[in-house]
């Protein structure tokens, strides 16, 4: 069974994913709908379809790295437990 420590990282993490996913839906939506326009000239059609890759790709890479950081916990976890048998 997980440590009180991991299990409130592991929840921490999903939280802050999901959260993640909502700033990035909210806070960047007026920047990078404001530079697709500038670079493509449009809000509509091409530009909503780079702007919702950008944003996809952000939420994408912060997910992983929130992962990782729980994965590095939780494996420090069982090497400590390991090490207190």
């Known amino acids: 069974m997980a440590s009180l420590k991991v299990q409130v990282i592991e929840m921490t993490a999903a939280l802050m994913t999901a959260a993640f996913g909502l700033l990035a ?3 960047w939506n007026g920047a990078i709908s404001w530079a697709v326009k500038q670079f493509l000239g449009q809000e509509e059609g091409l530009g909503l379809f780079v702007y919702a890759i ?8 912060m997910t992983l790295l929130i992962a990782r950081m729980a994965a590095k916990a939780k494996a420090a976890d069982a090497k400590l437990t390991e090490k207190m048998k």
């Open 54 to 61: 950008l944003v996809t790709i952000l939420a994408v890479v």
């Open 25 to 27: 839906a909210l806070a």
